[in-house]
């Protein structure tokens, strides 16, 4: 049988707690087709910090390297927020895991489950027949990356400078990814920005049209990112592929994983050229529900099943998952994230649910 080396990052919060269950649904792949996940463990975050003295110590980084993918849990909470800030989880491992890896393509597929519809925040009416949208983020470039990055000066002369840079070939490559998705599925491409403001998004403009014209099949439009924040809770069926620069993809993507009932069900994908990727949640490590056995593990399971999709080709097994997580929200399970009190709901832990859809798979 195929065997598939995985680097297993769980990190901080409910992290471990929503791996756990993503860990047996991998089990229970193995069991069913004939694969083997070779899985080995490292520290991250504030759990990299506590062990190791660093957020991202250089073993994890071996670790990743020797693997075939990463399936990261969330990192960051209240305990290392008073650290320098390049020193924290966020700063100090997520973003530098995707630059080192040059994982520039992320994608967010919001898409609401049938028996959720009551869980969105969206009026039934709105949502009915339900939606599929992908959040493509650009994710190595932008704000997030760009120099000159830190605080300048003492004291009340201070300034805090962050700034938004974009060069043709990293556009160019993330509305690829863009247009190839859009092919395979509703084959229409809105474009994000803000070219009304900033420099960086009349260049995105300029690009993503010419990289269109190889597209001819594919439908491009342009939004402004606030018109668009607003359009996703108004309409949301009318978007297909949404192509976002990383800020604007952060914030849009959490939007919509909401639409679908809770951050606890968006999964993710970042993908690098090639077949490397690293699979997280879109959602963080929930300090206020940490430790009680209560989170949602959908988004840990649905990112485990895009790793098997995206970067082992294992697209029957990929679907199984999805199908088992639908098939368990249409028997009623419900974490307390999207549980509403309904007839026929029955309220789950977190190992129950990964237990239900372990079950269905
Ligand atoms: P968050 O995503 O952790 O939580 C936002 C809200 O969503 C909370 O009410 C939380 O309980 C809920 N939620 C999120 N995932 C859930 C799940 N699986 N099941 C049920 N409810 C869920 O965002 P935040 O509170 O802004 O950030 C908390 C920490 O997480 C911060 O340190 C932040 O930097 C970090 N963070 C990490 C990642 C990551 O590792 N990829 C992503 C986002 C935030
Ligand atoms: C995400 C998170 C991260 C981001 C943070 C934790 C650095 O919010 O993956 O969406 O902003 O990219
Ligand atoms: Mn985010």
């Not at 860990?23 to 083997?36: G, I, N, Q, S, W």
């Not at 080995?40 to 957020?55: K, S």
């Not at 967010?108 to 949208?133: M, N, Q, W, Y």
Request: charge should be negative; aromatic fraction near 6%; proline fraction near 5%.
């Amino acid at each position: 049988g195929k065997l598939f080396k995985v680097a297993v990052l769980p990190g901080d919060g409910i992290g471990p707690e929503v791996m756990a269950e993503a860990l047996r649904v991998l089990d229970a792949v193995e069991k069913r087709y004939d694969v083997t996940f070779e899985r080995t463990h490292a520290n991250v975050g504030g759990a990299g910090i506590d062990l190791e003295g660093r957020a991202l110590p250089e073993t994890t980084v071996n670790i990743c390297k020797a693997s075939d993918a990463i399936l990261f849990g969330s990192v960051g909470g209240p305990k290392w927020e008073t650290l320098p800030p390049d020193e924290q989880p966020e700063r100090g491992a997520l973003l530098p895991l995707r630059k080192i890896f040059g994982l520039y393509a992320n994608l967010r597929p919001a898409i609401i489950f049938p028996s959720l519809t009551s869980a969105s925040s969206l009026k039934e009416e709105v949502i009915a027949g339900g939606f599929d949208i992908l959040v493509i983020r650009e994710l190595t470039g932008g704000i997030y990356f760009s120099q000159p990055k830190g605080i300048e000066g003492e004291g009340r002369n201070r300034v805090g400078v962050d700034t938004m840079r974009y060069s043709v070939p990293e556009i160019e490559r993330i509305t690829h990814v863009a247009f190839q998705a859009a092919r395979k599925r509703g084959k229409k491409v809105c474009s994000i920005d803000k070219a009304n403001v900033l420099s960086s998004s009349v260049l995105w403009r300029e690009i993503v049209i010419n990289i269109a014209k190889e597209y001819p099949d594919v439908e491009l439009s342009h939004m402004y990112v606030d018109n668009a924040a607003m359009q996703l809770v108004k309409w949301p069926k009318q978007f297909d592929v949404i192509l976002c620069e990383n800020m604007f993809g952060d914030i849009l993507s959490d939007e919509a994983a909401m639409l679908t009932g809770s951050l606890g069900m968006l999964p993710s994908a970042s993908l690098a050229e090639g077949t490397f990727g690293m699979y997280e949640p879109s959602g963080g490590s929930a300090p206020d529900i940490a430790g009680q056995g209560i989170a949602n593990p959908i988004a840990q399971i649905l990112s485990a099943g895009m790793m098997l999709r995206y970067s082992f080709g294992m697209v029957e097994a990929a679907d199984a998952i999805d199908q088992a997580v639908a098939k368990v929200l249409d028997g009623g399970y419900r974490t307390r994230d999207i549980y509403q009190e309904k007839a026929g709901e029955k309220l789950v832990n977190t190992k129950e649910i990964g237990d239900a859809i372990i079950a269905n798979l």
